[in-house]
């Protein structure tokens, strides 16, 4: 059997074909900055950024054992929540004055 590259079926309409670019993304980031931020939000990624560290921290520093890295958590969470927080709430309201521009 042989096989064609790319597309064969129908050619898509206008409706169905997604935009590229950096238009769309900064289309999607406008729309993560028309909500102003909240703690629940900044506390969800401090916590997936916690994991992440954890993760790192215990494939990297193999002198050490994991249970001891936990200790760890608790520290960059009370780090990067507010961080995240205070970072998002600049990005919002940078957001609102240039809509208020317009």
């Known amino acids: 059997m042989i096989e064609s590259r790319g597309r064969t079926g129908r050619k898509p309409t206008a409706s169905e074909k997604r935009t590229t670019g950096s238009r769309s993304s900064q289309t999607t980031r406008g729309k993560r900055y028309d909500k102003p ?3 629940k939000g900044a506390a969800i990624r401090a916590v997936i950024a916690a994991g992440i560290v954890y993760g ?10 994991a249970i001891r890295n936990l200790i760890l958590l ?3 969470i009370a780090i990067y929540m507010p ?4 970072t998002d709430r600049y990005m919002y309201r940078r957001a609102e004055r240039r809509r208020a521009e317009r």
Do not use: A, G, Q
């Open 56 to 65: 790192i921290l215990t494939i990297l520093v193999k002198h050490t054992d």
């Open 37 to 39: 931020p909240t703690w």
């Open 83 to 86: 961080l995240i927080f205070y």
């Open 74 to 76: 608790p520290v960059v």
